[in-house]
């Protein structure tokens, strides 16, 4: 996919998958946690949808994990190559919303 993927599409994709995240986000209740999976390999669907969206939304925050795979920690974000797990490219990012939102009594 990596070769025969358009930047543009890829583009569509993140808007795509924000709208998807942002749909995901209101169902949350404080202190929940809100989990992003791509099977995607690029930055573009990956990291910065995650990244903008925390800046978009202060009330969430990254929640490090133990890596299912290493066992190691992570940042709360993690990219799974084929070649770590005998896999396809995979991504998680694992966010947990503050339990005393204010955004909450809107």
């Known amino acids: 996919m990596k070769w ?29 946690t809100l989990v992003y999976s ?17 800046k978009e939304h ?11 795979i290493t066992g190691e920690k992570t940042d709360g974000m993690m990219m799974t190559w084929p070649w770590h797990a005998d896999c396809d490219a995979m991504f998680v990012a694992k966010m947990r919303k503050n339990q005393y939102s204010s955004t909450d009594s809107q």
Not at 13 to 25: G, I, P, T, V
Not at 38 to 54: A, G, I, W
Not at 58 to 68: G, H, M, N, T, V
């Open 38 to 54: 791509t099977c995607s390999m690029f930055k573009r669907e990956n990291q910065d949808v995650v990244l903008s969206f925390l």
């Open 4 to 32: 025969t993927t358009a930047g543009d599409s890829i583009d569509e994709r993140a808007k795509l998958q924000m709208q998807l995240l942002e749909n995901a986000s209101k169902a949350v209740a404080p202190g929940g």
């Open 58 to 68: 202060p009330e969430y925050a990254l929640d490090p994990f133990d890596s299912p």
